[in-house]
């Protein structure tokens, strides 16, 4: 399995067992989306279009997963929806890998590592043998190197709460 492909795994893993209780429901899930991305994958227009599309199915999964639950019992209050926001970041994180992988390597591996990976500075820094306000800098400037990148290939609708829409521009 391609770097790539283990880090949208892992990001959809991490998507997925955030929405649902049980880590061996969520594994069972993210079978089912690399099932239903195998069989459908013949439809997909844009090969960078993958991501954002698996995180589409992931959120459709886990709506599914909770409706046939709800024949036994009422669906839990704190019920995420899947909404233009988690469409845009999965689509975001399909442009971003490549723009991340052309980081130089100090500020990909930290970016990496807290962005991707989602650990926290403490476990980074434990990592790369780093002082925690080392990894905070690093983590600071390849995000900056990053959000230059997206900029020039992408115009950023911003909200009050980050980035809530893009377009490409055209190259």
């Known amino acids: 399995m391609s770097d790539a492909w283990l880090e949208v795994r892992t990001g959809l893993r991490r998507f997925v067992a955030r929405r649902v209780s049980d880590d061996a429901v969520a594994d069972d899930l993210l079978q089912e989306i690399f099932l239903r991305f195998e069989e459908q994958q013949h439809t997909l227009r844009s090969p960078r279009a993958v991501t954002g599309w698996l995180y589409r199915i992931a959120s459709n999964l886990i709506v599914d997963h909770y409706r046939e639950r709800s024949r036994f019992r009422a669906l839990p209050e704190e019920l995420p929806h899947p909404s233009e926001e988690e469409n845009l970041v999965g689509e975001m994180a399909a442009c971003m890998l490549p723009l991340v992988a052309e980081l130089p390597e100090i500020y990909r591996q930290a970016v990496q590592l807290s962005e991707l990976d989602g650990l926290g ?44 829409g893009y377009e490409r521009r055209s190259q």
Do not use: D, F, T
Request: aromatic share 0%.
């Open 121 to 164: 500075h403490k476990e980074i820094a434990q990592r790369l043998g780093l002082s925690i306000s080392g990894v905070k800098s690093r983590v600071q400037r390849g995000r900056g190197m990053l959000l230059k990148r997206i900029e020039q290939c992408c115009e950023l609708e911003r909200g009050p709460r980050g980035v809530v």
